[in-house]
Each structure stands twice: as structure tokens, then as C-alpha cells.
């Protein structure tokens, strides 16, 4: 664990959500995608932002790593599931972490912060999807997650094959007093 701390994202935190985002996109895809569709998705990424999820109270939300000396180091976008998949209750949509941070248990912790915001809202299993592609999918294996979906989908304008990891129980993720065996029994 490092000196870092996740918490909601605010409208105040857009620009520094949109930094990290670009970069982050930039490091992951320059192998991966065509600089074209790095550049179109950035665009369509910028134009849409993050907006009313800034602020709210509700399962969507956009958690942000900070650290005292560095700001906004990663963030997760999280929420309802987009699509229908093994009953999974909740997604994460986005996680990114700035280069110069990874590797340091910043993402771990903000896929727990994800798995603790969700069981706090009565949900206990959620999804990612993933480029085929991306080395990020061994960290989420070493999170725990299951390979339960693949399909092609659109990724700055180019067909990609993607992969969605799952989570059933986040007894592994959750510890602690918010832990789902911890939770008082309802009613
Ligand atoms: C994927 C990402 C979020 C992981 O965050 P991170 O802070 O670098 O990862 P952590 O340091 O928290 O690693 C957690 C665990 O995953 C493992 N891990 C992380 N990246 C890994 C990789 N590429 N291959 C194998 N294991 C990996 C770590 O070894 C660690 O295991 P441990 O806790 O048992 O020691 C981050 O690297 C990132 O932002 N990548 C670019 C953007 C991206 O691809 N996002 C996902 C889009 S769906």
C-alpha cells in the first residue's frame, strides 16, 4: 500500500481525470491501436467526459487514487452493468493509472475501493471488459477476475476482440467491515 487515497471524484477533478485518461490511453494502445483511432477515441472520449457521474451519491461514480504529492494518479469509472452478462450486477468501465504510478498497488486498490462501493450498494458481482490484446488482463487475473465473455467491438473506430473478466463473490476483494459476510442482515 502506498501514500495514496481513493475517494469520489468531483466536478473539480474532470481536467485531471481527462489527463490522466489521455495519458494513459496514449502509453496502453500506442502498440496495440493505429495513432488514428487513438486520436478519434481521445476526441470522443473528451467530448463526452464525465460529467453528471462527478458529484452524485448513486452507484455511478468515478473513484480517484490521490497521493499528497502527486494528485489524481489512477482512476476507476464505475456503475451500472452496460450489457446484460452471467447476472453480474455492476461494471467497471474504465481503470486507468498513470505509467509513472503502476506497478505500485494503486490499481489493486481501486478495484477493491470498486468491489466496496459496490457491495455497500447491495451488489455483489461485477464485470470488466478488456482488449484482447492488453496485458491488463493479467492483472486482472491476478485480481481474481474469470475470462467468461469474448466479443469484437469498436475501438476508435477499429474492430477489436475484447475480453470480459468476472467476479462473483468479493469476499476476495472485500475485507474487512465492509466484507459481504460482515454486512448486518437486512430487515
Ligand atoms: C492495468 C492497471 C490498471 C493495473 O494497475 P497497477 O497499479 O499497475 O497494478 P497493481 O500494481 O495494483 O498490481 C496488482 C497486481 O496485478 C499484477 N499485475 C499488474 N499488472 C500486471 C501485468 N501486466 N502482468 C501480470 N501481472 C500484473 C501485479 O503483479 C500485482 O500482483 P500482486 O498484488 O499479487 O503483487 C494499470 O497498469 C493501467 O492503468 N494500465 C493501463 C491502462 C489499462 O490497460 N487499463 C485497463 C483497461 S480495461
Redesign the pocket.
Same mark, same amino acid.
Do not use: C, M, S
Given at each position: 500500500m502506498g501514500d495514496w487515497a481513493v475517494r469520489r471524484a468531483g466536478p473539480a477533478d474532470a481536467e485531471a481525470l481527462r489527463q490522466v485518461h489521455a495519458e =494513459?490511453?496514449r502509453?496502453?494502445y500506442a502498440g496495440i491501436l493505429p495513432a488514428l483511432a487513438i486520436d478519434r477515441e481521445l476526441k470522443r472520449r473528451r467530448a463526452t467526459g464525465w460529467g453528471p457521474t462527478l458529484g452524485g451519491q448513486g452507484l455511478a461514480a468515478v473513484l480517484v487514487a490521490e497521493s499528497p504529492e502527486a494528485g489524481v494518479v =489512477?482512476f476507476a469509472t464505475v456503475g451500472d452493468p452496460r450489457e446484460s452478462i452471467a447476472d453480474l450486477e455492476a461494471e467497471?468501465a474504465? &481503470?486507468?493509472?498513470?505509467?509513472a504510478?503502476?506497478? %505500485?498497488? *494503486?490499481? %489493486?486498490? &481501486? *478495484?477493491e475501493a470498486a468491489a466496496r462501493h459496490f457491495v455497500r450498494h447491495g451488489l455483489f458481482g461485477f464485470y *470488466?471488459?478488456?482488449?484482447r490484446s492488453?496485458?491488463? %488482463?493479467?492483472?486482472?487475473?491476478?485480481?481474481g477476475g474469470e475470462p467468461v465473455l469474448e466479443k469484437t467491438g469498436a475501438v476508435g473506430g477499429h474492430p477489436y476482440g475484447l475480453v470480459a473478466y468476472a467476479w462473483h463473490d468479493l469476499t476476495r476483494l472485500v475485507t474487512g467491515a465492509d466484507a459481504p459476510g460482515a454486512l448486518p442482515p437486512i430487515g
Open positions: =494513459g490511453w502509453a496502453t =489512477g467497471i474504465e &481503470l486507468y493509472v498513470l505509467p504510478h503502476q506497478g %505500485r498497488g *494503486v490499481g %489493486r486498490t &481501486l *478495484v *470488466v471488459w478488456v482488449l492488453n496485458r491488463a %488482463r493479467f492483472f486482472y487475473e491476478a485480481l
